[in-house]
Each structure stands twice: as structure tokens, then as C-alpha cells.
């Protein structure tokens, strides 16, 4: 294991799980020096989706020059490092290697350590960043930040719905996970139906609010049924069977169909909120029995999806029925990142456990619970 520099607490973080290069750097204290994301959007639109083989040749061009941005705007010289951290999984293994081997160049001709992050966990400890306070003095201890462990997680993202408890780096407890589609895919999946085209989601949200919500009862899948899994591939069926029911070119060309569209977006985005405020309600009430002696426990909200306003401002409202404070990170920090990924070493340095070393194999799969039977119906996922 190569050594830590004791002169310096930052940390180089880099990201290129999926279609964004990113690298930042952040003090073990939690200043975020630099956060630079070159966006993959324009390489993936005229394919409707993200292709890995796209991806993956798009990382190898953007990365050294974003690594020297966010290094640039940190003021900072490679020598001034004491660790560097890349996404080692899960994602799309062709990024993953980008950033891997890159991550390993450094640290080898620095000297100094590299953690293998898991995406996951970079998006479920970002809201212990982002709550510390940034008026406090620069001294500011991990366990004074806003946010204790344990802490219940909702992770919603473009490949993951999940409930877990967070006990500590490395230490999760999942309640639940998607039997089929994750709630970003129920979102990108019903923006293409649509024809917005990427990024899928936002796109989802803005169309959304010209739109009434009740206009068509889409499937709640498992709502009001015990347990915290997740079930999202209904509901894309649904979108597709009303689109071609009142939406779709019509022969006629009688339709309205701009407020039609706008209407499916709002009542598909209702929908996937009700489903996750339904989940996470249970999963509230098994944090609070497995976890008695935590007063007022907190609820985090991370990943892509928790970017969306109603599907926060609904988990928000619960949280409070149910005697949670509530925290999710900034918009921008909860779509991919590479701060959460240097974040995510700074955890792992300050709980003592050990950086990784250069033989590091990537896993395009890596589950934060691997305890964690699978959903009934369905195979692993991670
Ligand atoms: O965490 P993330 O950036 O990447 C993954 O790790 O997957 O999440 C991306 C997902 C996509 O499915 C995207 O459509 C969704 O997050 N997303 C949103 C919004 N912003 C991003 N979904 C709904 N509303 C949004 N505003
Ligand atoms: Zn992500």
C-alpha cells in the first residue's frame, strides 16, 4: 500500500461510472476545492441512450484534460495530494478501467494512496459533505457534521432504487431494492416514449409541470403492501400503452397532444414519487425497530432521481410524518460526481480503514449490502 503524505488532507477524486468524466478534489475536512463534469449528453443523443463502447472512448479523450481542470481551479499541485480515488464499480466497465488505471498512475507516481470507490456509496455518504456546515472553522470534525450514523438511505438513481441503513463507510444494512427497472430507468424509459430525448429525466420533470397529474392512473406497483422492494417496469408498460391510446400520430391528426404529453409526464412523476414516499415509509418504521435508540434519525435522499423537486418535496413531507429529519445533498451533487467519490475516501480515511491496492480488479457489480437476499422474483442486483 503506497504511503499517505502527511503534509496535505486533499484528495483527487475521478468518476467515469457512466456517461460523465468527472474528477474533483476535496480536503478531508470537506472543502470542496474544484468539481469539474464533462457531460457525455451530445456523444449518446443521436442514439437515443448511453452506449458503453461510445462511453468508454469518450472517458479516454476528456480525462487527463479534466483531471488537469480540477486540479487548475483547486490551485493545487499533484505533489500537494495525499490520496487519490476512483469509481472502481459498479458501472459500465469500459469507464470504470479509465478511471481506474488512471487513478493507479497517479497514485504510483506520486506515492501516495488509492481507494477504490464504490458509486454507491459515493452517492449515499454525499449528504454527509454537503450538511456539514460551511461557516464552520476549518477544523470541523466528521462526527459534529449535520448528519449521524446510522442514517436511513434512499438511493434512486438510473440503475439503482434502494433502501439501506448506513452504519459507516462500508457498512450498510439494505431494506430494500427494485425488482425490475430503477425509478431513473421509469423516468429515461418514459421520456423516450415521449420523445424528449436525453437527459431523460429532467426533461421528464420540466414537461411535467404544465401538466395535471391526475390525468391518468398509472400503476402504483406494491403500494400498501408490507416490505421496502421496489417495482418500476409496470409503470413504463403503462406510459407506452396510454401514449398509444391518446398521444401517438394519430391518422385523424385531431389530437392535442402537447397537454396530453405534459399530463402523462405529471401523472408518471406522481406516480413514481407515491411508490418510493409508500416504501420508504416502511422501511422508516423497520430503521426505527432495528435502531430504538436514534431520537430523531435522519433520512437521506441521493442519487440522480432525488434531483427531482416533487419526488423531494414528497420524501420531505414523510420524513416529517414519521419523526425523520430530513437531508439530501444539492441538485448538482446528486447526479453523478466525483466529489462524492473523493468524499467517499475522506469517510474511509477518517474511519480507519485501509486504501486499496494497484491490483484493484474493477466490478462492474458490487452490491453495498452483499448479505442481502435478493427480491423475491428476481436475480441479483447490485
Ligand atoms: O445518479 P445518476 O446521475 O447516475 C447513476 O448513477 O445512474 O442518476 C441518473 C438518473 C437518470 O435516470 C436520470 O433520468 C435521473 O437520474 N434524473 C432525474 C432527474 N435528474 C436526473 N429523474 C427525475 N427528475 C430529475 N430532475
Ligand atoms: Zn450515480
Known amino acids: 500500500m503506497a504511503k499517505t503524505k502527511a503534509s496535505s488532507g486533499a484528495i ?3 468518476e467515469t461510472s457512466c456517461d460523465e468524466t468527472a474528477a474533483a478534489v476535496v480536503t478531508r475536512d470537506g472543502v470542496i476545492r474544484s468539481n469539474i463534469i464533462a457531460s457525455q449528453i451530445d456523444d449518446h443523443s443521436q442514439h437515443g441512450g448511453v452506449v458503453p463502447e461510445v462511453a468508454a472512448r469518450a472517458h479516454l479523450s476528456q480525462i487527463d484534460q479534466v483531471i488537469r481542470r480540477a486540479m487548475d481551479e483547486a490551485e ?3 505533489d500537494d495530494l495525499c490520496a487519490v480515488a476512483a469509481t472502481g464499480g459498479p458501472g ?6 479509465v478511471g481506474t488505471v488512471t487513478a493507479k498512475a497517479i497514485a504510483s507516481s506520486c506515492s501516495i494512496d488509492y481507494f477504490a470507490i464504490n458509486h454507491l456509496e459515493g452517492h449515499a455518504l454525499t449528504a454527509r459533505l454537503t450538511a456539514l456546515d460551511p461557516d ?6 466528521l462526527d459534529q457534521g449535520g448528519i449521524a450514523y446510522p442514517y436511513l438511505l434512499l438511493l434512486v438513481s438510473g440503475g439503482h432504487t434502494q433502501l439501506l441503513a448506513v452504519a459507516g463507510p462500508g457498512s450498510y444494512r439494505r431494506y430494500g431494492t427494485t425488482m425490475d427497472d430503477a425509478a431513473g430507468e421509469a423516468f429515461d424509459k418514459s421520456a423516450k416514449i415521449l420523445g424528449l430525448g436525453l437527459p431523460g429525466g429532467p426533461k421528464l420533470e420540466a414537461l411535467a409541470k404544465n401538466g395535471d397529474a391526475k390525468a391518468y392512473d398509472l400503476p402504483r406497483p406494491l403500494m400498501h403492501k408490507p416490505g421496502c422492494h421496489f ?3 409496470g409503470l413504463k408498460t403503462a406510459v407506452l400503452t396510454a401514449y398509444q391510446q391518446d398521444i401517438a400520430p394519430h391518422e385523424n391528426g385531431d389530437r392535442n ?5 405534459a399530463d402523462l409526464a405529471a401523472s408518471l412523476q406522481l406516480a413514481v414519487a407515491e411508490s418510493l414516499v409508500s416504501r420508504s415509509r416502511n422501511a422508516m418504521r423497520q430503521f426505527k425497530i432495528d435502531y430504538p435508540d436514534m431520537i430523531s434519525p435522519a433520512f437521506v435522499v441521493a442519487g440522480g432521481v432525488a434531483a427531482n423537486r416533487l419526488i423531494r418535496q414528497s420524501l420531505e413531507d414523510l420524513a416529517a410524518t414519521e419523526g425523520f429529519g430530513f437531508n439530501a445533498p444539492p441538485v448538482g451533487l446528486c447526479t ?6 473523493a468524499w467517499a475516501a475522506a469517510e474511509r480515511m477518517a474511519a480507519g480503514l485501509p486504501s486499496d491496492d494497484l491490483d484493484f480488479a474493477p466490478r462492474p457489480r458490487w452490491p453495498l449490502d452483499p448479505d442481502a437476499s435478493p427480491p423475491p422474483g428476481r436475480g441479483v442486483r447490485c
Open 76 to 78: 493545487l499541485g499533484f
Open 257 to 261: 397532444t402537447d397537454q396530453q404529453k
Open 231 to 233: 417495482s418500476f417496469s
Open 12 to 14: 483527487l477524486g475521478i
Open 92 to 97: 459500465l466497465i469500459g469507464g470504470v478501467l
Open 136 to 141: 464552520a472553522p476549518d477544523s470541523v470534525s
Open 336 to 341: 453523478d460526481n466525483a466529489v462524492m467519490i
